[in-house]
C-alpha cells in the first residue's frame, strides 16, 4: 500500500469560513494591510496581564508595526515575588527588546506587575520613535481602562484563567476585539456565555492556543488511508504541572504586598484571605483559579487537532481518576479529601460519539508525569514515549507523534515504507501575526472563540469529573450533567456581588 499526501494550506484556510457569519468586515482605511505602519493602520491594544507570562510575550508583540499598545493594566502595580522559567530569563528579554543590557539590574528577584509593562512599552516607544519621553497609561482595574481609554481596537488577556471571560465579555460589548490565553474561561457558563457574544458581537477574538500544526494534516492522513483502521483511542500526555500543587487551601495569615489589589485579583471569585499560593504562576492548580493542566496544556494539542479532524461536539462522559494522599494525624494516618485543588497527577477518559468523519472513540488525558504504558511496538526496540506527546491507536495500527502532533511515525514502523519519501509537509502561519493579520483585514482568525466550543467543553468536562470523583454524562444541547444532577454546581461558580456576568 501507498500514499501520495500533498500536505497544503487548504484545511487551514477552510478552518476560517464559517466564521464570516456576523463578524464585520471593515474597509481598508481603517485596517491597511501588513506593511502599513501609520498610526492608522495599526492596531491599538489595550494589555490586561503583567505578569511574566504576558511581559514576556510583550517583548515580542511590541515590535510588531502592525501593533500600538496604549495601556496596560494590572491587579498587581510592582513585586519582584513572580514564579518563571529562571531567574533572569524575563529580564533578558527585556534587555534585548530594549537594547538595554543594564535594565533590572537592581530587582532581586523576577519582576512583574503594571509598573513593569508601563515602563517597558514608554522605553520601547520612546526609543523607536526617537523621543525623550512616551507616554503609555496604566490601571489597577479593567473596567476602568474601559471606561477611561478610548483609543483603542482590541484587548489582549494575559490574566489568571477566572477573569478571562470576565474580561472578554466586557471587551466585546464595548466592541473590542478579543485574544486572550487558554482556556476561554475555567466555567462551562462562562465559556458558553463568552463563545456566544463572538459569534454576535461583530468583532474577531482568538484563542492563542491555535497553531498551523501540519503533523496533524498527516495524521488525518494517515486515518482517512486506513493505515491504523478503524480509530479507537486517542492518547495524549504531558509533564505538566510544573508549578506547585498544593492539596487544601492555606490556614496561615499573610499580609498582601502593597500595591497589590487582591479584591480586584480576585474578581467573580467569593472572599478569601490573600495567600501566595494562589497567585501568580500557581494560580491555574486551584479549581476556582486556574483549569489545570488540561487547560493549560492540553488547549495546544487538542484545539488544532479538532479542527483538523472535524470534531464538531463535545465529548459525552467523563471520567477522572487523580492520584491521592494522607497526612497524619496525632500518629495516625487518614486520607486527606482534596475538593479545592487538581490532584498531583490525573488520567482522565472521554468518550465521543460518532461523528460526520470518526467513529466512536475515546480520548484519553495523563498529567504529573503519567503518560500510556509503552506499546510493545516500541519496548522491543528500545524506545519509549517522550515526555509529551499524543498516541492514535486504531484497530490495526497507531500513530506516535511528539508535542503538538510534529513528526508523526507509524507504528509499527515498518508501515512507514507506505509512503513516499518525497513528501513533504508544507509550514503555515503561525505567531502572532495570525490574529493581527485577521482582525486588521476584519477576516475571521481561525483561532476564533466561536470554533473553539467543543474543545473548550470537553477540557471543562475534565474539571467537573474530577470534582464530583464519579463518571458524568453531558448532554451539550442543554448544557447538563444527565446522571449526577448535583454536579451541575461544577458548570458554572458562586460569584461575588457586582461580578455576575
Known amino acids: 500500500m501507498t500514499s501520495t499526501l500533498k500536505i497544503n494550506r487548504r484545511r487551514f484556510l477552510e478552518t476560517t469560513a464559517a466564521a464570516a457569519a456576523g463578524f464585520t468586515i471593515l474597509p481598508r482605511s481603517v485596517f491597511g494591510g501588513r506593511g502599513h505602519t501609520a498610526p492608522s493602520d495599526q492596531l491599538a491594544i489595550a494589555y490586561i496581564g503583567c505578569g511574566t507570562q504576558g511581559l514576556r510575550e510583550m517583548t ?32 533578558n528579554d527585556i534587555r ?37 519621553r512616551y507616554s503609555c497609561p496604566s490601571y489597577a ?5 474601559f471606561e477611561k481609554e478610548k483609543d483603542f481596537d482590541t484587548v489582549k488577556i494575559m490574566t489568571p484563567d477566572h477573569l478571562h471571560a470576565a474580561i472578554a465579555i466586557a471587551a466585546m460589548r464595548k466592541g473590542k ?27 474577531g477574538s482568538h484563542l492563542l492556543a ?11 492522513g494517515w486515518i482517512d488511508a486506513g493505515f491504523i483502521g478503524t480509530l479507537r483511542e486517542i492518547h495524549n500526555w504531558s509533564n505538566r504541572p510544573v508549578w506547585p500543587q498544593w492539596q487544601a487551601n492555606p490556614s496561615e495569615v499573610v499580609p498582601v504586598p502593597g500595591g497589590f489589589d487582591w479584591p ?40 488544532p487537532l479538532f479542527l483538523t479532524l472535524g470534531i464538531q461536539e463535545p465529548s459525552v462522559s467523563a471520567e477522572a481518576y487523580g492520584t491521592t494522599t494522607s497526612i497524619l494525624d496525632n500518629g495516625v494516618s487518614r486520607g486527606l479529601k482534596n475538593d479545592v485543588a487538581f490532584p498531583l497527577s490525573c488520567m482522565i477518559r472521554f468518550h465521543f460519539t460518532a461523528g460526520k468523519t470518526l467513529p466512536p472513540f475515546d480520548l484519553i488525558w495523563y498529567d504529573g508525569g503519567m503518560r500510556p504504558l509503552v506499546p510493545e511496538e516500541l519496548r522491543s526496540a528500545g524506545k519509549t514515549l517522550s515526555p509529551e506527546g499524543m498516541m492514535f491507536v486504531g484497530d490495526k495500527g497507531k500513530i506516535i ?65 474530577l470534582q464530583a470523583g464519579k463518571i458524568v454524562e453531558y448532554d451539550a444541547s442543554a448544557m447538563k450533567i444527565t446522571n449526577l444532577p448535583e454536579a451541575n454546581r461544577f458548570l458554572t461558580r458562586e460569584y461575588r456581588p457586582g461580578w455576575e456576568l
Open 141 to 145: 482595574d479593567f473596567r476602568e481602562l
Open 96 to 132: 534585548r527588546a530594549l537594547g538595554d543590557p543594564s535594565w533590572g539590574s537592581k530587582m532581586s528577584g523576577i519582576p512583574g506587575g503594571r509598573d513593569v509593562g508601563q515602563e517597558f512599552v514608554q522605553k520601547y516607544y520612546a526609543k523607536a520613535k526617537g523621543v525623550s
Open 264 to 303: 480586584l485579583w480576585l474578581g467573580p471569585v467569593p472572599d478569601r484571605p490573600y495567600h501566595p499560593h494562589y497567585t501568580h504562576a500557581v494560580f491555574r492548580g486551584w479549581y476556582d483559579f486556574g483549569g489545570g493542566s488540561i487547560a493549560d496544556m492540553g488547549h495546544y494539542s487538542l484545539f
Open 210 to 220: 491555535w497553531s498551523y500544526c501540519p503533523g496533524y494534516d498527516t495524521i488525518k
Open 177 to 203: 476585539h478579543v485574544v486572550t490565553h487558554k482556556p476561554i474561561a475555567n466555567r462551562m457558563n462562562e465559556a458558553r456565555r463568552t463563545i456566544a457574544l463572538a459569534g454576535t458581537a461583530g468583532v
Open 401 to 465: 507523534s511528539g508535542f503538538r502532533g510534529e513528526k508523526p511515525v507509524l507504528v509499527p514502523e515498518s508501515k512507514m515504507k507506505w509512503l513516499k519519501q518525497e513528501e513533504q509537509e508544507e509550514e503555515g502561519p503561525r505567531g502572532n501575526s495570525i490574529w493581527i493579520d485577521a482582525f486588521r483585514n476584519g477576516t475571521p482568525s481561525p483561532g476564533s472563540f466561536i470554533h473553539a466550543g467543543p474543545v473548550t467543553e470537553t477540557i471543562l468536562m475534565g474539571a467537573v469529573a
Open 60 to 91: 515580542t508583540l511590541i515590535a510588531d508595526p502592525s501593533v500600538r499598545i496604549v495601556a496596560v493594566c494590572d491587579p498587581n502595580k510592582f513585586t519582584t515575588d513572580y514564579v518563571d522559567w529562571s531567574a533572569d530569563g524575563l529580564k
